[in-house]
């Protein structure tokens, strides 16, 4: 999968009793290569469910909407129990982002 492929449309998902939208659009992209340093390491690294990668995705989701937030606050909001859930959301993300892909993966 390459960023090239995905379309920008959201999906809500809360942290630290907040709610953001996971959306996979520039800023996330920009906000994603700048932690990661190379954006298809992060979705190789996303798609094989590294809490790096999630961390660094909830991140940049996080900084685009709020420029003021921290790697380190993020990475202090999230807990293993949110793992599954953020992995559920990023996986409806990507689904919302990709739907032609789904489609044409037989789901």
């Not at 990023?90 to 892909?101: F, G, K, T, W």
Request: charged fraction near 35%; proline fraction near 1%; hydrophobic fraction near 40%.
């Amino acid at each position: 999968m390459k960023a090239s492929e995905l379309k920008s449309k959201g999906v809500n998902f809360r942290l630290a009793d907040k709610e953001y939208e996971l959306k996979f659009d520039m800023n996330t992209f920009c906000e994603l290569e700048e932690v990661y340093g190379d954006i298809n390491k992060a979705f190789d690294d996303l798609q094989n469910r590294k809490i790096k990668a999630i961390r660094a995705l909830i991140y940049s989701a996080i900084k685009a909407e709020d420029e003021s937030v921290t790697l380190k606050e993020v990475g202090r909001m999230l807990t293993l129990n949110d793992m599954e859930r953020l992995g559920t959301a990023i996986n409806e993300a990507l689904s919302v982002a990709m739907p032609e892909i789904k489609e044409n993966m037989g789901e």
